[in-house]
């Protein structure tokens, strides 16, 4: 037997019928949205508007709103407040040590910060 995800007309009653998500029908089925959509369009199911999965990692600075990356106003701030300090003399390392020490979250809020990755934001395009 077919995993749902791979079966059309559960799809097509889900998504088009009922009107659910995918994410609500991949949370469902324990699934990954991703794996959802690349089904649907595998199987000539058209996603509605804002239901394409965008592709790549966002960068600090970026969140997603209906379907379109927009600027993410708190992380915005945090660049800003990197550019400034840096600005102002401070040394990448001594940035990433500053921003630990306020507890500032990184995008996936898991890890801490390094002098490399303020280096690296500051110098490509997201920086302010």
């Known amino acids: 037997m077919l995993p749902l995800y791979r079966q059309e007309s559960f799809l097509r009653v889900e998504y ?10 991949a949370s469902e089925i324990f699934a990954s949205r991703s794996t959802v959509s690349v089904n649907m ?27 379109h990356r927009i600027r993410h106003k708190k992380e915005s701030d945090v ?3 990197m550019s400034d300090l840096r600005k102002q003399g401070f040394s990448y390392h001594k940035i990433a040590d500053i921003l630990n020490t306020l507890a500032i ?14 280096m690296n ?6 920086a302010p």
Not at 110 to 118: A, I, L, N, Y
Request: no cysteine; charged share 35%; aromatic share 4%.
């Open 41 to 67: 369009r595998r199987l000539g199911i058209s996603l509605r508007a804002g239901d394409e999965i965008q592709k790549g990692q966002l960068a600090f600075g970026q969140r997603i709103k209906d379907g």
């Open 16 to 25: 088009q019928e009922k009107g659910r998500s995918i994410h609500e029908i």
């Open 105 to 118: 979250s990184t995008k996936t809020r898991k890890s801490k910060w390094h002098g490399t990755t303020v």
């Open 121 to 126: 934001m500051l110098k490509s395009d997201s």
């Open 79 to 81: 660049l800003r407040r």
